[in-house]
Each structure stands twice: as structure tokens, then as C-alpha cells.
């Protein structure tokens, strides 16, 4: 007996979806609520999880394929007819006949016998450890008879690549190496090779194990940070800089002469991609922002000094009672949608002839992740305190990285927020993406001289300071509306009295 699994409905305006990758084959076991498959909408990309358990039979909607809500995606079998998908004829056949009932039983049971040592030969991403020999060289071409001498074959041949450990001397000066590793995964302990695959529990995405073979990481060394442990994209990159910092004192300390500079290659040079739909749906977006609105922008600089006294003084206590790091950008939100609501033309919308002024100041939070821009909306961001922006922006981003985000969360902003210095950008001009008026960028937070006064002269001193660019639409704001809101947001901030904010 089999189920079909239907796209389900992602949000109240999401009425298609497009199937980007299966991250199960047919044949495979799958479990409720294991992710069956990626799907992109023109609002997020999510992974579509199985609602039942068994074996993939038939996989209805190929990879690049858009279908509407409530479309069977696959069916899903409870896999006692036959092994999976690799006699489904054989389970048809006509119940009538006694005799080849009894044959068909007879195969279901040897194919159940050999199927469990040949199902990680199947399946890339399966956590169960494969033998190491045959991981790279042997994708299942021939599964039924290499399986039943897999687990004999690894005690046999592993002194052979592993020669560390017969002789006691070689292995003398690394005693530390065989210790935290395990026996059969001793000879990948150091950078695999690009076809390795490493063991590891949980689903990776093949984007960080893609960039795990790019960068020369084993995943199987790597602790997630991301959901249920999920190995995310920055766990990978951190693990890299480790490697390449132990590396850079390694060769420090052994060598004198500084050898040329070699720039990093991209593995994308001189290569070609299809864009994803999330970035079509941008890219279509931000030309038509650009051609339909009249967008400059304006910026300022803060002297953010007392912000970031203010932040070292609370910030222990700040962790302790949230759960949560207090960074600059919850002082920036919270500064910004105050002033929203004495300017609330940068928190308008255009209709027609008409200036519509929403009630409510509704922050979207723009979240760089590996499938590229998205701005999850904080609802109500007016009435927040420090706590609860710093709380939500953490959720929100670690949601969003995660693919955990509903679509409607990604709707309704009436302003946005832009940490550009995240990256360590002075500041730039952003784009201002309808139906929006107004987006807000801030720069890096960087400590330099500046001219201040000292009971009335004039002194040189080492201040924080932070430039802010406000982008906006001319059509409905003009110059000095800009620069008033820009203001009103720099005296807020060099004011810095925040301590009535802090919501706990």
C-alpha cells in the first residue's frame, strides 16, 4: 500500500512552489518527518518534510519542475512487497496464482536480506558509516554482491593503508592522533580527499558539503551549530579559518622567509550556474524597484561611544537574563522604528495617487544566507524592548539560515533594517524594494579620532562611531524628510539612554 505526499500549502499567498533538489531516491527509506525534498516559492526556500514512514516508489515531480499547492509530489510505500522500487513489477502480479505468490514471497525475502548492507552503498547523505575503501570508488553499481563481504573486508585490509599503527615508533610522536578518533575513520582524520564522504549524524545540506570539499574540511570533525545540531555553512567556514590560523603559526614558527602572496580561487572561475529561483525572483524585484521609484540616499555619521559603553556594562547581565547577546544592531532598531513614528513617511507606501499610512511600524531584517538575500519581518518593532528585538533577530536569523521560516514572515515589512557593516562596509546605497519607501543601512562600528569638547575646549579623543545610509523613495520623501528622520535617529543613539529599554 502507498501514500501520496502533496506539496502542502507554505503560506496564505503561496499558491506554487518549484522543486529544486530530492534529497531521497526511489528505493530509499525515508522517515516522518525526515526532509523528503527542497522547494523554492517567490518567498522563501523550504525543505518538505515526509509525512509518513517507508520507501520512496515513485517520485512524481522532477527537479526544476513549478507545480501548484496540492500537487502529489511522490508516493510512498510501507516497502514490505519487495525490497523498495527494484522488483515494483514483481509485486503487481496477479494475486490469483498460489504459485507465483509463493515465488514472489520467496524473492521479497532474499532481496529484505541483502537490502540493509547495500542501502549505504545507495545513499549519499545516509548516517550510517560506509566501508572507507569503497566509499568513493563504488556508488552502488553492483550493491548485492559487494555487501555481504563489506563488513569482513575492513579488519582484513586496514593494516595495510594504515601503517601507522603497526609499527609502535611511527606512531609515537602523534599520540594524541588515534585517540579521539575511531578505528574506522582514523585514515580521514586529516583533509579528506574531494570525493570523501565524511560520517556524519544528520542531514548536511549538499551546499555545505559542497563547500566542506572546497575547503578542505572533513564534516566529520565539524560540531553544528544550526538545528538539532544541523552543520550550517558558518560552522564550515569557522572550521576553515581554524585550519588555515594553525597552519599560518605552523609555518610561522618553521620558516623565516615569507613566501609570495597566493590569492584564493573560487571554484566558480570560469564556470556557469543557473540562477536559483530566489535569486530570479530578486533580481526581477529589484529592476523593477529601480525603474518604478526615484531612489537616492542620504547618510550620517553617529558617534555611537556611549552606545558601546553602555553595551560593556550590561551586556554579562544582558546574556544572563535573555539568553541573548546584546550587539549593536538592537540599538539600531530600536532607534530606528522610534523615529518611524514621528516621520512616518518612511514608513509609507505608494498606491496609485494615494500616501498610505500603516498603522504599525513593521521591521524586516535583511539575513544574508548561502541561497542569498532574504528580510524575515519583525511585527509591532515600535513597541519592542532591547530584549526582544535582540531575541528576535537572532531567531529570525537563525530561522531564516536554517530554511525554518514560514512565508508569511516574510511579508508585510513596511521598513528595513541592513546591517551592511557586517561584512565590514563603511556603508553603501541599498536598493528600497516595493511596495516599501525607505531602507536603512548601517556601517561597521569603528573606533577613531574625532574633535570633541572638554569642559568647553575642544579635544582630540578615540570614539566609536558609525555611519548610517538611508535610501529612500523621492517620490513621496524628500531631502529634508530624510535627513530629519537621519537625525532623529543620531541623537537617540548618541543620547545612548537606553537603560529604561533593556526589558528585563
Known amino acids: 500500500m502507498s501514500e501520496s505526499v502533496n506539496l502542502p500549502a507554505l503560506g496564505e499567498s503561496v499558491t506554487e512552489g518549484t522543486v529544486t533538489r530530492w534529497l531521497k531516491n526511489v528505493g530509499d527509506r525515508v522517515e516522518v518527518d525526515e526532509p523528503l525534498l527542497e ?108 555487501a555481504p563481504a563489506a563488513p569482513a573486508a575492513p579488519p582484513a585490509a586496514a593494516p595495510t593503508p594504515a601503517a601507522a599503527p603497526v609499527p609502535p615508533p611511527a606512531a609515537a610522536p602523534s599520540p594524541a592522533a588515534p585517540s579521539p578518533a575511531a578505528s574506522g575513520s582514523a585514515p580521514s582524520a586529516t583533509v579528506p580527499s574531494p570525493g570523501a564522504t565524511a560520517a556524519v549524524s544528520g542531514y548536511v545540506t549538499p551546499l555545505v558539503r559542497k563547500l566542506a570539499n572546497e575547503q578542505g574540511v572533513d564534516l566529520g570533525t565539524v560540531t553544528g551549530s544550526g538545528v538539532g545540531g544541523r552543520i550550517r555553512k558558518e560552522d564550515v567556514l569557522a572550521a576553515a579559518e581554524q585550519a588555515k590560523a594553525a597552519a599560518s603559526a605552523t609555518g610561522a614558527a618553521t620558516s623565516t622567509a615569507a613566501g609570495p602572496f597566493v590569492a584564493a580561487v573560487s571554484p566558480l572561475r570560469g564556470t556557469r550556474e543557473k540562477m536559483t529561483r530566489l535569486r530570479k525572483v530578486v533580481a526581477e524585484r529589484a529592476v523593477q524597484s529601480m525603474q518604478s521609484t526615484a531612489q537616492l540616499t542620504s547618510v550620517v555619521e553617529v558617534d555611537v561611544t556611549k552606545v558601546a559603553q553602555f553595551r560593556d556594562a550590561h551586556k554579562a547581565e544582558f546574556q544572563e537574563k535573555t539568553g541573548a547577546k546584546l550587539s549593536f544592531m538592537p540599538f539600531f532598531a530600536l532607534a530606528a522604528t522610534e523615529a518611524l513614528k514621528a516621520h512616518p513617511k518612511l514608513n509609507a507606501t505608494v498606491d496609485g495617487e494615494e500616501i498610505v499610512f500603516p498603522e504599525s511600524e513593521n521591521l524586516a531584517i535583511a539575513v544574508d544566507t548561502e541561497r542569498g538575500l532574504l528580510t524575515p519581518v519583525i511585527r509591532d518593532a515600535a513597541e519592542l524592548s532591547l530584549a526582544q528585538f535582540a531575541q528576535s533577530i537572532a531567531d529570525l536569523a537563525a530561522r531564516t539560515r536554517d530554511n525554518q521560516l514560514k512565508p508569511d514572515e516574510l511579508s508585510g515589512g513596511t521598513f528595513t533594517l541592513t546591517n551592511t557593516g557586517s561584512r565590514g562596509a563603511l556603508f553603501d546605497t541599498p536598493v528600497v524594494f516595493l511596495p516599501q519607501s525607505a531602507i536603512l543601512g548601517t556601517g561597521i562600528v569603528v573606533k577613531k579620532p574625532a574633535v570633541v569638547k572638554v569642559d568647553g575646549q575642544e579635544a582630540i579623543a578615540i570614539r566609536s562611531s558609525v555611519y548610517l545610509a538611508l535610501s529612500y523613495d523621492h517620490r513621496i520623501i524628500d531631502g529634508a524628510d530624510a535627513a530629519r528622520y537621519l537625525v532623529a535617529v543620531k541623537t537617540r543613539l548618541e543620547e545612548a539612554n537606553f537603560a529604561p529599554n533593556l526589558g528585563y
Open 39 to 146: 522547494v523554492s516559492t517567490d518567498k522563501v526556500d523550504t525543505e518538505i518534510p515526509s509525512p509518513v514512514a517507508g520507501v520512496v516508489e515513485e517520485i512524481l515531480v522532477a527537479e526544476d519542475e513549478t507545480v501548484e499547492v496540492g500537487t502529489a509530489l511522490v508516493r510512498i510505500g510501507d516497502g514490505s512487497a519487495g525490497g523498495g522500487s527494484t522488483d515494483g513489477g514483481s509485486a503487481a502480479a496477479d494475486p490469483s496464482d498460489s504459485a507465483d505468490a509463493a515465488a514472489d514471497q520467496a524473492n521479497a525475502e532474499a532481496a529484505d536480506a541483502e537490502e540493509p548492507e547495500a542501502a549505504p552503498s545507495t545513499e549519499q547523505n545516509d548516517p550510517e558509516p560506509a566501508p572507507a575503501p569503497e566509499a568513493p570508488s563504488a556508488p552502488a553499481a553492483e550493491p548485492m554482491p559487494a
